[in-house]
């Protein structure tokens, strides 16, 4: 049994250094600000949106080029077969000899004067839809931005809380040592010894699965930054020492009221909606243009016999145009398009809720926050004062190895805790960042 728990042990110990030789090679300090900076050039999360917005920004060009003139050419040659001619009865059939060779050739040029509002309605909601893709963006970056800062304090509490592991494996190590002096000297018990390398063998444990979830974690960094495979990401670890603004939930509702890019989207499809209702009601309105033209057409084939020349004339003036299914069929699509602006406000009010609620939720977690790092200092400070008496009472026969147990495992908990509550607050002020925008 004792060399079964001690090649379980070498096992673990192997694996974990094989986990660790193989977990990075290219070590990097990098702040999160300059990961944020990382992911702007390389994500390739954020390139669609980066794309969507080039082409949105191409829309408003399309939709401009909307008030040039439209100018078509055209050219035609044919092959015109004999004709023949009768009487009104059909009787008295004659050939009509016609010359063969047909041309034509038209040039038209027609220039927009009054569409209803149809261009300029047209350019503006192409306007809006770049400012709409714009605000994607923004979001998406933000997405990015907090996801990364997510992963970046993971690897920073797990860090640390690898180093808090080690240090009590190396402290419960020491611990066996003393055990087994005590054993030789017949003043301690192998079950005891037997309870404390299972200990030690569970802490190992926890080495081994802490550094492959630090493996994970930076790897999902470095693959959504952008950064070549291989790098080890180690966070700075002045990040803890930041002075964090005090500012309270009404000033963060402001902020987020004035910047969040969620509500920015939303205000913008209101805008969006208003404007494809302005497009679907100048359909009700009639069209004016200026309109050329020149045109070439040879043989004449309205002379009996056809003339074998060429007609060239050209015509100048305005043309009036109006759609009269409009009168029948722009009221459905008129109150489709109201529909779809009160939707569009609806959404808007249920996004200024959610992020209301947003931060009230978040601002409340950070206050949270710093009572838990209070609560978890004493409960360290209480754990450790613990964990001397119980080893000092040890040492002295007067307490059993599940008091040393016991102790142990509150010592590591309450570590634990503390280092989840340094990295709690940092992660509730970046999400206060995020759900406002500001991030």
């Not at 038209?108 to 605000?135: C, D, F, H, N």
Request: contains cysteine; aromatic residues 8%.
């Amino acid at each position: 049994m004792n060399n079964h728990r001690l090649l379980t042990r070498w096992l673990a110990v192997s694996l974990l250094s094989c986990g660790a030789c193989a977990f990075g090679q290219t070590r990097r300090v990098v702040s999160i600000e300059d990961l944020y900076d990382i992911a702007e050039k390389n994500s390739v999360q954020l390139r669609p949106s980066i794309a969507a917005e080039e082409e949105a920004r191409h829309g408003i060009n399309v939709a401009r080029s909307e008030r040039l003139p439209d100018i078509n050419a055209s050219l035609s040659l044919s092959y015109i077969g004999d004709g023949f001619t009768t009487k009104r009865n059909f009787s008295g059939y004659e050939k009509a000899p016609i010359p063969h060779f047909g041309n034509n050739l038209g040039v038209s040029v027609s220039q927009p004067v009054y569409t209803g509002g149809a261009i300029g309605k047209g350019i503006e909601l192409a306007e809006l839809k770049a400012t709409a893709a714009r605000y994607a963006t923004e979001l998406q970056r933000d997405n990015i931005r907090f996801q990364l800062t997510g992963f970046y304090l993971d690897i920073y509490k797990y860090d640390n809380l690898y180093r808090v592991v080690e240090s009590n494996t190396a402290q419960a190590r020491k611990v066996l040592d003393e055990m087994n002096a005590r054993y030789r000297q017949g003043v301690a018990l192998q079950n005891d010894i037997t309870r404390y390398e299972l200990l030690v063998a569970n802490l190992e444990l926890q080495l081994l699965k802490i550094r492959n979830t630090l493996d994970i974690l930076n790897h999902n960094l470095v693959t959504i930054a952008g950064l070549p495979e291989g790098t080890e990401i180690v966070p700075d670890s002045a990040i803890l020492a930041r002075a964090l603004p005090t500012a309270d939930e009404s000033w963060w509702q402001q902020e987020a009221a004035d910047n969040a890019p969620s509500m920015k989207l939303a205000g913008t499809g209101v805008d969006i909606s208003r404007k494809a209702e302005a497009l679907a009601r100048s359909e009700l309105y009639p069209k004016i243009g200026l309109q050329a033209g020149w045109n070439i057409d040879g043989p004449i084939l309205v002379e009996v016999p056809p003339i074998n020349r060429n007609l060239s004339y050209w015509h100048i003036g305005v043309g009036i145009s109006y759609n009269l299914s409009s009168l029948y069929k722009s009221n459905k699509s008129l109150a489709r398009s109201r529909a779809a602006t009160q939707t569009a406000r609806e959404r808007l009010g249920v996004a200024g809720e959610d992020l209301s609620l947003g931060i009230r939720a978040d601002y409340v977690r950070y206050l949270e926050a710093y009572e838990e790092l209070r609560t978890q200092q004493k409960s360290v400070e209480l754990a450790d004062r613990n964990y001397r008496t119980a080893s000092t009472r040890y040492s002295a026969d007067m307490a059993l190895i599940t008091d040393m147990l016991d102790a142990a495992n509150a010592k590591l908990d309450a570590e634990r805790q503390l280092v989840n509550a340094r990295i709690d607050i940092i992660y509730y002020y970046y999400k206060l960042l995020f759900t406002s925008g500001k991030i």
